[in-house]
């Protein structure tokens, strides 16, 4: 995750965005820089963005508005959304995408630091797009139904928590169904955990987790279970819900709750979370 720098746009950048391109589809979903970047140099309350890469040049463009409001969601003021995200078409497939989303929450809390809240709308029919914002810790909120193309995602993310970018999931081969063991890899190298579960039906039941005791106040634990659910997703596809039995530690539950999972208090067991992989 060191391929590309974030940072704010610099006049010098105009040149480079003329030439910044997007498919018929893509153009569905968002817009071209050059369409809102005078607006969003000209306010205060917007900061334009741009994705550089040493080989590539200016790669991506995307605006963090302040106080935004999106029409049909009740969102705290005090939040900064992400808009009009997008990669150049001619470098599109090199991982780009994946590189802003996995490094936008430590992106955020460096320039905004007085924010707690972000938050950004995608739509529905847009899973590539979704699907990279809830590996990066984004929770899915609300669903609107009327948005410009259709049916529309809020999600949210935490300013107030830490992050780690540099992690990723993989299956460990040595389980045999139904019982999964996915391990927490660091630097794309070193293994500093692992999730533990067994899959019933069409659920996973998480049983264990544990990070290295070195490492366990960077964030890893909370930043794999954010990207939990887009790995099943993609690796095992016969999953639909994880659940989990937390005990009474006030941390763990709290972990949870942070990263999606919804407390079940209808049921015999007093600390059962859920969290949906489909939806």
């Known amino acids: 995750m060191n391929n590309i720098e974030i940072r704010p746009f610099k006049e010098a950048d105009r040149e480079e965005l003329k030439s910044f391109k997007l498919s018929g589809a893509q153009l569905e979903y968002t817009s071209l820089p050059l369409e809102v ?31 935004y409001r999106h029409e049909g969601y009740d969102t705290v003021k005090e939040a900064v959304f992400v808009r009009s995200l997008s990669i150049n078409e001619n470098v599109q497939g090199k991982g780009y ?17 007085d924010f707690d809240h972000l938050h950004l709308v995608v739509d529905t029919e847009n899973a590539a797009a979704w699907n990279l914002y809830e590996r990066a810790g984004f929770i899915h909120t609300a669903t609107k139904e009327d948005g410009p193309v259709g049916f529309e995602r809020l999600y949210y993310l935490d300013l107030d928590r830490k992050y780690v970018s ?28 692992y999730l533990e579960g067994v899959i019933d039906e069409e659920r996973l039941h998480l049983k264990h987790i544990f990070v290295e005791a070195d490492k366990r106040q960077r964030g890893i634990a909370s930043s794999a279970l954010r990207q939990l659910g887009t790995f099943l997703r993609r690796n095992v596809g016969d999953v639909t819900v994880v659940a989990v039995e937390a005990d009474e530690d006030r941390y763990i539950n709290r972990l949870f709750e942070h990263v999606g999972f919804t407390r079940f208090k209808e049921t015999d067991k007093a600390h059962l979370y859920i969290k949906y992989v489909k939806y």
Do not use: W
């Open 166 to 193: 540099n992690i990723k999931l993989k299956l460990d081969g040595e389980k045999e169904h139904p019982h999964l063991k996915i391990d927490i890899v660091l630097d794309n190298e070193k293994v500093v955990g």
């Open 37 to 67: 970047l005078d607006e969003a140099v000209g306010d205060e309350e917007r900061m334009p963005c741009v994705v550089v890469n040493e080989e590539d040049g200016v790669v991506g463009f995307f605006v963090l508005h302040k106080h």
């Open 97 to 113: 995408g994946t590189e802003v989303a996995m490094n936008l929450p430590l992106f955020v809390q460096e320039h905004f630091s």
